[in-house]
């Protein structure tokens, strides 16, 4: 069996062709001749299965050492797909810092439709006990969850999730355990090895790796739960279309390299940061004291490429992200180009405040994702748009640097 990084390449045979391609054909068609009225043939809709989907759900599955993989038309296609397979009066337990996207899912639609959500801070094994068992502080008992439902990486303060210990957990009282690891990939960790049960991705993000599609993976290793995924990818049919599962089968091949160059990014931008004397906090697990520790007790390969931090008093952090010429002013990450976000404003604008500022999101904090540019450059823009933001040279020469970064960027 080849290693990781060649599987990202060529870990699946093409071999389907009569031309010699070295990548597999797009097919673009939606229906498939049958041989004869009484021969099913292996294709013969593509809602139900298309060759060129079929291809990436092996290829992810192979990456995430699972069985089955599936592919949609979103990250939240997967995760409405994954939560589909719960009843009315099942109980999750949900970590208490998730995506935007899947809390409102799972609150404004799940919730309406009998499935119970308890929240709680999954780095907290006593906590994330007391909830799963069904045994509450007061005495209260409750049928066990059904679900542990997680993130290895937080977004946006990168606090660090343990996959196995949180898997235990929910093993323990006959709960799956589920985890979202966008912000991880099967590069930097594999899920399923560490006891979990899915391991869905928005592959919108370092999957796919360029701003371009948005999709949905899923991938499992037992048959009964891989049939009840297929069942919901089938029926609500939030499938990925052909051309886009290319996009992301090609962009999966870069990933080793995409990530190791942001992930290197990622640590020289939150080093200066971290120096900086008009930043007060850096959330990057990479600069902390714990970085090795973090690591191996998280059975992470690193800590990917997204970090945030709040600017000192004194600093506005609109001005400075409005004042950035090379990182793009957008949500998402994962992709080849930096982008920065003011969460509150942005990416965490629909969660209500308390909620926020009880996670730790705080009006002022900045997110950086960081892609794979000069690392130089990023820095230089950085401390550019800190100049500006902290009032330091407001004057000409400024307006002459800034015209000349826009000419770069
Ligand atoms: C972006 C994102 C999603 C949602 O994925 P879409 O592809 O936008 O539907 C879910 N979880 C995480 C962690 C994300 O970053």
Redesign the pocket.
């Known amino acids: 069996m080849t290693r990781f990084n060649t599987q990202l390449v060529h870990g699946l045979p093409v071999g389907d062709n009569a031309t010699g391609a070295v990548n597999p054909p797009i097919y673009n068609s939606s229906t498939y001749t049958f041989g004869s009225v009484r021969e099913m043939p292996r294709w013969d809709y593509a809602r139900s299965g298309n060759p060129t989907r079929e291809f990436l759900e092996r290829q992810i599955a192979q990456l995430e050492h699972g069985t089955r993989g599936f592919a949609f038309a979103?990250?939240?296609?997967a995760?409405h797909a994954v939560l589909s397979v719960f009843s009315p009066g099942d109980r999750i337990v949900v970590g208490d810092n998730?995506?935007g996207?899947?809390y409102s899912l799972f609150n404004e639609y799940f919730a309406e439709r009998g499935i119970e959500f308890d929240t709680v801070d999954t780095s907290d094994f006593e906590a994330l006990e007391q909830a799963v068992s069904g045994r509450g502080p007061h005495g209260v008992r409750r049928a066990p969850a059904r679900a542990v439902y997680f993130?290895v990486l937080t977004?946006p303060l990168l606090k660090v999730n343990d996959a196995a210990r949180i898997s235990a957990v929910a093993h323990r009282y006959g709960a799956l355990s589920i985890v979202?690891n966008?912000?991880v990939t099967p590069y930097l960790q594999q899920p399923l090895d560490l006891g979990v049960d899915v391991v869905?991705h928005?592959?919108?993000?370092y999957l796919a790796g360029h701003s371009e599609v948005?999709?949905?993976l899923v991938v499992v290793r037992d048959d009964v739960l891989a049939q009840a995924v297929y069942f919901a990818q089938n029926r609500f049919g939030g499938v990925l279309a052909p051309a886009e599962c290319n996009d992301v089968r090609r962009g999966i091949q870069t990933l080793a390299l995409r990530l190791e160059r942001q992930q290197e990014n990622a640590q020289a931008i939150a080093e200066y940061l971290a120096a900086s004397p008009l930043v007060v906090a850096v959330h990057y697990p990479g600069v902390s004291a714990d970085r090795d520790r973090l690591l191996a007790d998280n059975g992470l390969r690193g800590f990917g490429g997204v970090l945030s931090f709040e600017v000192a008093d004194g600093v506005d952090p609109e001005v400075l992200l409005d004042s950035l010429h090379v990182f793009r002013l957008a949500v998402?990450?994962g992709a080849v180009e930096s982008l920065a976000e003011l969460p509150s404003r942005m990416t965490h604008f629909e969660l209500p405040r308390e909620e926020r500022l009880k996670v730790g999101i705080t009006d002022g904090l900045i997110r950086l994702a960081v892609g794979i540019e000069d690392k130089a450059d990023l820095i230089d823009d950085l401390a550019h748009a800190f100049a500006l933001a902290s009032g330091a040279h407001a004057d000409a020469d400024s307006a002459a640097d800034s015209a000349e970064v826009a000419a770069v960027a």
Do not use: C, H, P
């Open positions: 979103s990250g939240l296609a995760i998730i995506y996207g899947t993130e977004n979202d966008t912000f869905i928005s592959a919108t993000k948005t999709a949905g998402s990450l």
